[in-house]
């Protein structure tokens, strides 16, 4: 049977019963549109180009696996942080656990209520950004998302805040499948930190469309949960104006498959866009997956990716990223890194780094590198009374650290930098 006619059959079997979300004209007319994007491209296979390295099949089911309920001893994240708290248990709002949801400078609002308002500032966003970045590479689980998501949060921010805005993803049903869709506009000169933690859900797909206006600054952290059988997609789709500044960091821990996208689009004059990540896995059931796409179509910008991935047990990371840099996109500075530390010879890391360029005064590079702990460092430690794994962990850490070092806020790094001693602890 030919590719097409196995996605679509694919396609088709993961709709089978399943109903648009009906609201206002404008939000039935983007889920229809983002409907029919689907069933053009189709769900994803091995045989897709940015899915050779990642099994999408868990992802496209139309039932979602169950996955086992893991109790985290350690407490909440940044439970000591000064935050707007909004929680979702399994994919659905949780008003009693939440905060008040009005916030100086910050206009913070459901979107199953925005969905059914003929006229909102997110219609202009919801599932724009998205079906912007399907060209030039396709990506229907976001289309998927886009037409099915019922709730999550639509945030515009029309000054500078004064308290990080907490995504609580909790995950208490061992059936749960969820599905997500944020949007978040900075207003010209306006700054929000977002932080996102927790696992969500057995099988969680999460989308979230940022427009930072001109002069705007947009910082994400994100922690994904510990659960070990968890399954996760997310996107971030992000447009990015004149004098602009947006980054984005991302931990993980554990999960059977987590997949991460991020499509960012520099539109503005002199702005900077950084997307970093870490993760730590053990265990061959341990897949991640970092895809990340930059465009710049603009002059004088800077963008930077750094990926960095402990791997031990029979685990798995990719990592695929692009640079493009369009015609007229002069003095572009774009740099991009990802290596993996591999703690023993039966796990592997897949990368694909890529620039495409069509600018001349540019200074763009990449760079990809595994290897195993530096046995010279190591036995210098040792040699100095260090323990043996007190000594690797140490290595670890400062592996991790140029990852770590693009989070904003000193505070936050530091916070995420202990649990990964921890999980590191655990692991010996």
């Known amino acids: ?34 409907m029919a994007r689907l069933r053009q491209m189709g769900l994803p296979t091995k045989r897709d180009e940015y899915w050779k390295y990642t099994d999408p099949s868990s992802l496209t089911t139309a039932d979602a696996a169950p996955a086992a309920l893991f109790y985290n001893d350690e407490g909440p994240l940044f439970a000591e942080v000064d935050r707007v708290k909004i929680v979702f248990v399994d994919g659905v709002f949780d008003a009693e656990a939440s905060d008040d949801l009005k916030a100086e400078g910050v ?5 199953a209520e925005a969905a059914q308002t ?44 004064e308290r990080p805005i907490n995504f609580i993803y909790l995950h208490k049903d061992e059936s749960s499948d969820a599905i997500l869709h944020n949007v978040v506009k900075v207003e010209a000169g306006a700054e929000v930190t977002v932080l996102e933690t927790g696992p969500a859900a057995a099988r969680f797909s999460k989308l979230l469309e940022v ?34 500044t947006f980054k984005s960091f991302t931990l993980t821990f554990n999960g059977v498959l987590t997949r ?28 991640h997956d970092d895809t990340v796409f930059i465009t710049h179509d603009a002059v004088n910008c800077e963008s930077r990716q750094v990926f960095k991935k402990v791997l031990r047990n029979g685990a798995t990371g990719v990592f695929q990223g692009k640079i ?35 600018a001349d005064d540019v200074a763009c590079s ?14 210098y430690l040792r040699s100095r009374g260090v323990p043996h794994d007190e000594a ?22 530091e916070e995420l930098r202990d649990r990964i001693e921890a999980w590191l602890d655990r692991h010996n």
């Open 392 to 413: 690797r962990n140490l290595l670890t850490l400062s592996f991790l650290a140029e990852a770590l070092d693009e989070i904003a806020d000193p505070a936050l790094a």
């Open 118 to 161: 003929d006229i909102h500032w997110v219609k202009e966003l919801y599932g724009v950004l998205e079906a912007r970045g399907q060209t030039p590479v396709a990506r229907p689980l976001a289309a998927l998302n886009t037409a099915l998501a019922t709730d999550g949060v639509v945030i515009r921010v029309t000054g500078r805040t």
């Open 324 to 358: 493009l840099v369009k015609a007229g996109a002069q003095k572009t500075d774009g740099y991009q890194i990802s290596q993996s530390l591999l703690l023993d010879e039966d796990s592997q890391f897949l990368a694909k780094p890529e620039l495409e360029i069509y």
């Open 260 to 287: 991460n996208e991020c499509i960012l689009e520099i539109v503005g004059d002199d702005a900077v866009a950084h997307v970093a990540g870490a993760c730590v896995g053990d265990g061959r059931d341990f897949h």
């Open 211 to 244: 427009d930072v206006a001109e002069g705007g600054t947009f910082n994400h952290v994100r922690a994904q949960g510990r659960d070990h059988e968890r399954r996760a997609v997310t996107h971030c789709f992000a447009r990015i104006a004149k004098d602009s």
């Open 107 to 111: 206009e913070i609002e459901r979107l």
């Open 1 to 34: 049977m030919a590719l097409a006619q196995v996605k679509t059959d694919m396609t088709e079997a993961r709709l089978d019963g399943v109903s648009l979300p009906q609201g206002a004209a404008w939000s039935n007319a983007v889920r229809t549109d983002a």
């Open 366 to 379: 990449h760079g990809s590198t595994s290897g195993a702990i530096d046995e010279t460092a190591l036995f």
